[in-house]
């Protein structure tokens, strides 16, 4: 079957690093997409990994593991703006198969 | 660079009427898709296709329909909307290049279409 997994919530403190992992099970993978969502708002491209390595990005970073089925997001000297929902998605021939979403909190 | 319009942000339906949730893209892309997003909850697919005059069912298609007979637009339309599809509504294309590694091949959302059934 299909899946893709991810933590519900997570919190982290303003200025520190979080990781947030997702873990997937496709058949005919293309690559790996990262969106932030803000209450009552749509999906914003974060980053999209079709090779396996650390891609970097300002703040934000994604890696990829093809052979692992596995993925992180890795945010940076959090701002409070950065609470939202992180969603993960597998790109999987023609369809995008989606997490659920992590929910991050940021503390100050 | 108007990306993907949705119309109409906000409705409010009762039981057993219907209404259409229109879409449209202006970047030529062949893929468009249909989601709804509950409190709380992650992207569920209605309705995606591939192109013109090509449509199929994703996971939560009871209850909808939907048309394409333009690149450009994405129809959804909600027949006896029910109280079960309160939800937010989002329409999304893209246009997936294998053949280029780390093409970004983003997925461009709409806003979004907040419906209300009572």
């Known amino acids: 079957g299909q899946n893709i997994d991810q933590p519900t919530e997570m919190t982290a403190t303003e200025g520190a690093i979080v990781q947030i992992n997702c873990t997937y099970q496709t058949s005919g993978f293309n690559g790996l997409f990262w969106y932030q969502q803000h209450a009552g708002e749509a999906p914003t491209f974060l980053s999209y990994?079709?090779l396996d390595g650390l891609e970097e990005k300002g703040r934000f970073s994604s890696f990829l593991s093809r052979s692992k089925g596995y993925s992180y997001l890795l945010l940076k000297e959090l701002q409070m703006k950065d609470s939202a929902s992180y969603l993960c998605?597998?790109?999987?021939?023609?369809?995008?198969?989606w997490g659920a979403g992590t929910k991050l909190i940021i503390k100050p | 660079n108007a990306g993907v319009t949705q119309t109409p942000k906000f409705r409010i339906l009762k039981i057993g009427q219907s209404m259409t949730l229109q879409c449209a893209q202006d970047?030529?892309?062949?893929?468009m898709y249909w989601y709804r997003q509950d409190p709380g909850m992650g992207l569920k697919l209605i309705y995606y296709s591939v192109g013109a005059g090509i449509t199929d069912k994703g996971e939560v298609p009871n209850g909808y329909n939907v048309s394409r007979s333009t690149t450009e637009d994405f129809p959804l339309r909600l027949e006896l909307a029910a109280p079960s599809q309160t939800s937010v509504y989002f329409c999304a294309s893209r246009d997936p290049d294998s053949s280029l590694p780390n093409s970004g091949n983003t997925i461009y959302f709409g806003e979004g279409s907040w419906l209300t059934v009572v």
């Open positions: 990994n079709v």
């Open positions: 998605a597998a790109s999987s021939n023609y369809q995008l198969i």
């Open positions: 970047m030529n892309h062949n893929y």
